[in-house]
């Protein structure tokens, strides 16, 4: 059994050998992707998809209690209506993909490809926003968007990727704002409670924000190898948009006025910084509440009277769960090490004389930790476990966020952080562009978030000594 765990698990590169092969080894050989014949995309396989799917079921049943409708726009963007928010079209233009025709004849005027739809919707929104009474307008899609990346990586980049966006229009600025904090909450209460993600929320400085945007909020996370990772983000646009397609509406005062609008979005490569907070050297390692398998059954000497009817017994008594059992005629060596590999949080084997005795073993994935159960108590302690396993995974990462979190009061310090160790750095900001990119110039690292919760660190700027305004999280990204 050793020798065939031992030799599934050599196929995956140990994450402190190379950190990126490893990540690619896990999505590959946990079946999650594998490469398709268009460059810079990706085929989701089943196991990968079922993640997505679970994903899309937590997030949904959260957006439509604060009101979210789904619906589905085109996903072609006529140029002239891109064109009328410069700054959004400016922001996108490296990534645009563009169709010039329409079978053999050329189009009269180009096509982009849905990298994101804040102009379509706004087109929407012109012929549906006439008075107060239509707002607001809350809505949200689920669908894939395009953007012509140079260097791809499987769920962290790619140039199709899925994604929901959200997009809502609103009476009053306060309104907006209320909507774009609300949905950053959203994200992150998913990411730390279903994810087992710790994240810092914050907004982005002017210079990392989205582009139209008026303010950007994100919510940052530390994968393992103490890199950053944008997990999701959530922007107020103002009445920026408004103004360029003429998206007005009678008030009460009978008065014409400007929407205000937000738009929040999170993508697959949350599947991305799941693999890279929590995974192995053995493969992945599985959130119970996001796990497609939350619970294997795997029969031992399965050849031998009573095995296969009880392992089936116990698998029937799991209906509460997402459940599996494994009757291939595989060795158990085998199973285990694919039930490692796939990071499914809890297995259950039961062998002849587990059987005899009435019990079978539980092992958990995240710790290997082995418990003898009595056959007749399986679900209630797979119940217990699988919520010990999801607080433990979020404890650990927490652990790990805050040991990777260093404060630096000057300059030197600041460089030695990022000399000598990788994480998140906080360090004291004047709120100067030519600061923020003299950081990224000396250190590439780049401001990660202005973190709603403030510390005084220092009341000078950690670059160039001025009064600092704000205390801001910097790191290595992805």
């Not at 050793?2 to 050599?10: C, F, L, Q, R």
């Not at 209690?65 to 085109?74: A, D, E, F, I, R």
């Not at 739809?117 to 926003?129: M, P």
């Not at 085998?334 to 004389?353: L, S």
């Amino acid at each position: 059994m050793a020798n065939e765990k031992k030799k599934m698990v050599s196929e995956i590169t140990s994450m402190d050998e190379d950190f990126t092969q490893w990540y690619t080894d896990v999505c590959i050989k946990a079946g999650l992707i594998s490469y398709s014949n268009i460059k810079g995309c990706m085929v989701i396989k089943p196991s990968g998809y079922a993640i997505w799917e679970l994903i899309q079921k937590h997030l949904d049943e959260r957006f439509k209690k604060t009101g979210v409708k789904n619906v589905y726009l085109p996903m072609f963007i006529p140029e002239s209506l891109l064109q009328k928010e410069k700054d959004h079209v400016e922001g996108f233009a490296p990534e645009v993909a563009w169709v010039t025709h329409g079978g053999l004849e050329p189009l009269a005027e180009r096509y982009c490809v849905r990298p994101t739809s804040e102009t379509l919707f706004c087109d929407y929104y012109k012929g549906e926003i006439h008075s107060y009474k239509d707002l607001p307008q809350v809505l949200n899609q689920w669908c894939s968007v395009v953007r012509w990346e140079k260097e791809t990586r499987p769920f962290l980049r790619s140039r199709e990727f899925l994604w929901q966006e959200g997009h809502t229009a609103h009476a009053t600025l306060e309104e907006a704002e209320e909507r774009t904090v609300q949905m950053l909450n959203v994200y992150a209460d998913f990411l730390e409670n279903d994810m087992a993600i710790p994240v810092i929320k914050g907004q982005k400085t002017e210079k990392e924000k989205f582009a139209g945007a008026e303010h950007t909020y994100t919510v940052e996370a530390l994968m393992h190898d103490c890199r950053a990772l944008q997990s999701a983000t959530s922007h107020n646009f103002g009445d920026g948009f408004a103004k360029a397609f003429e998206i007005q509406y009678q008030g009460k005062d009978n008065k014409p006025h400007y929407v205000f609008q937000t738009s929040w979005g999170l993508t697959t490569r949350t599947i991305g910084a799941m693999i890279m907070v929590h995974g192995d050297n053995e493969g992945l390692v599985m959130p119970p509440k996001i796990a497609p398998t939350q619970v294997v059954v795997i029969p031992i000497q399965q050849k031998k009277e009573g095995v296969l009817d009880c392992a089936q017994k116990i698998y029937e008594s799991l209906n509460d769960f997402r459940a599996s059992i494994d009757l291939t005629d595989r060795s158990p060596g085998f199973k285990f090490a694919e039930q490692e590999m796939h990071g499914i949080p809890i297995r259950v084997e039961i062998g002849p004389k587990d059987m005899e005795a009435g019990k079978c073993v539980l092992v958990r994935r995240d710790t290997r930790e082995k418990y003898e159960c009595a056959i007749d108590e399986v679900p209630s302690k797979v119940g217990e476990l699988l919520e010990t396993i999801q607080k433990d995974m979020y404890n650990r990462a927490k652990a790990h966020l805050e040991a990777h979190t260093y404060v630096a009061h000057d300059k030197d310090e600041f460089a030695e952080n990022f000399k000598e160790t990788k994480g998140f750095v906080k360090a004291m900001w004047c709120g100067c562009r030519e600061c923020e990119d003299k950081i990224k110039e000396d250190y590439n690292v780049t401001s990660r978030c202005i973190p709603f919760e403030q510390e005084n660190i220092s009341d000078k700027c950690v670059i160039c000594g001025k009064p600092a305004t704000k205390m801001v999280y910097w790191g290595r990204a992805y």
